[in-house]
């Protein structure tokens, strides 16, 4: 036995002393850290402030998907011009990093087109996407991608959406596609782009540029037999993107929450909150899983200025009050789930959202 710790000792000794040699020596470049930050899910809803989530957690029976999540911010939404943002310059703060003016989409407050995360992003090879519940040429997908001082400018935006090179894009608003005004077919412009233009998300099974249009102009509400078109969306969305090495940006949105605000319906807004929570348990559940993706939901500014004015915690119920058909001044928070999560904690202006995420992907 003896002999055998004398003969195996030595051993021990040599091998210890290769490994550490190895260790020390010098490397010759910089080393080169694994990049464990890849994807990014951008959810916004679209007038999402704290009472409209508060509702939507108390007809959810205490809980929505969006509450999991333990690193929460606060964002502040007044673009360039007003105290009360619109929806284009809000996405364009998040698209873009810069506070613009009202009704303005990708453009400085000069009118001077500013390269939005998507383009950057598309550049650098990164799979890229949208997914929402109003048309896909509206004022909060196209601050992703547009480039215009009027948001309404639809049959323009549609023409920069073809030419965007997004990967995989989902709402409403064909029309603007194929009955347009200058007579062009923009759906033969997207096929010859080669994508597959699709009208359901149950036909998306290819791997491949996809252009979903759900509806020919606004998409129905869920009360009108929507159905969960958002969250199928989502996930074909995720299915696709997630194929690329280089990583993956989508903006998911729940577009109606805003028209339900504007029409002072509660009813309206609270089925709208839970299909979006619904849409934001699809991409955590995704994320859980896959491990190197940020989920990050959030609102572009609160709607109505919507007030809890009672409601019954065992009954599920709630009564709510809207004090305008505008959009309010309210900060709005953010949720964060994922690597990169504790980004988001603190107090910021909207703009820091685009240089935390465009910091996650290492610009
Ligand atoms: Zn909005
Ligand atoms: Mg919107």
Not at 246 to 271: C, H, R, S, T
Not at 274 to 285: K, M, N, Q, R
Request: charged fraction near 20%; aromatic fraction near 10%.
């Amino acid at each position: 036995m003896k002999k055998l710790i004398l003969i195996l000792l030595p051993l021990l000794f040599i091998m210890a002393c290769s490994s550490s040699d190895d260790e020390l020596k010098p490397s010759t470049e910089k080393p080169k850290p694994e990049k464990k930050y890849k994807n990014i899910i951008l959810m916004i809803g679209d007038g999402m402030g704290l009472t409209q989530i508060t509702g939507a957690r108390t007809v959810n029976g205490g809980n929505l998907h969006m509450l999991n999540c333990k690193s929460i911010g606060i964002q502040s939404t007044h673009c360039a011009d007003k105290y009360v943002t619109d929806s284009g310059a809000s996405a364009t703060a998040m698209s873009s990093g810069k506070k613009t003016n009202y009704y303005y989409v990708g453009v400085d407050p000069d009118g001077n087109p500013m390269e939005t995360i998507i383009e950057t992003l598309v550049k650098d090879g990164l799979a890229t996407g949208l997914v929402t519940t109003s048309t896909i040429v509206h004022a909060t997908p196209a601050a992703f991608y547009a480039h215009q001082i009027d948001r309404f400018k639809y049959e323009d935006i549609a023409i920069e959406l073809v030419a965007s090179g997004i990967d995989f894009f989902a709402g409403g608003g064909q029309n603007y596609f194929d009955q347009r005004s200058d007579g062009i077919n923009l759906i033969d412009s997207l096929l010859a782009r080669g994508y597959q233009v699709l009208n359901s998300p149950d036909e998306v099974t290819e791997i491949k540029k996809t252009a979903l249009f759900i509806s020919p102009g606004s998409p129905a509400r869920i009360s009108e037999g929507r159905g969960p078109v958002l969250q199928k969306s989502t996930q074909k969305a995720i299915e696709n993107l997630s194929k690329s090495d280089k990583g993956f940006f989508l903006m998911v949105e729940g577009a109606q929450i805003d028209w339900a605000g504007e029409e002072n319906d509660p009813d309206y807004l609270m089925d709208e909150m839970l299909d979006f929570d619904a849409a934001v348990g699809v991409a955590l559940e995704f994320a859980e899983m896959d491990g190197s993706t940020l989920v990050i939901i959030t609102g572009d500014h609160e709607t109505a200025g919507f007030a809890l004015t009672n409601g019954n915690l065992a009954n599920q119920t709630i009564t709510g009050k809207f004090v305008t058909w505008l959009h309010t001044g309210a900060m709005v928070p953010v949720f964060a789930k994922g690597p990169g999560e504790e980004y988001f904690m603190g107090v910021y202006e909207n703009t820091e959202i685009y240089f935390k995420m465009m910091k996650y992907f290492g610009y």
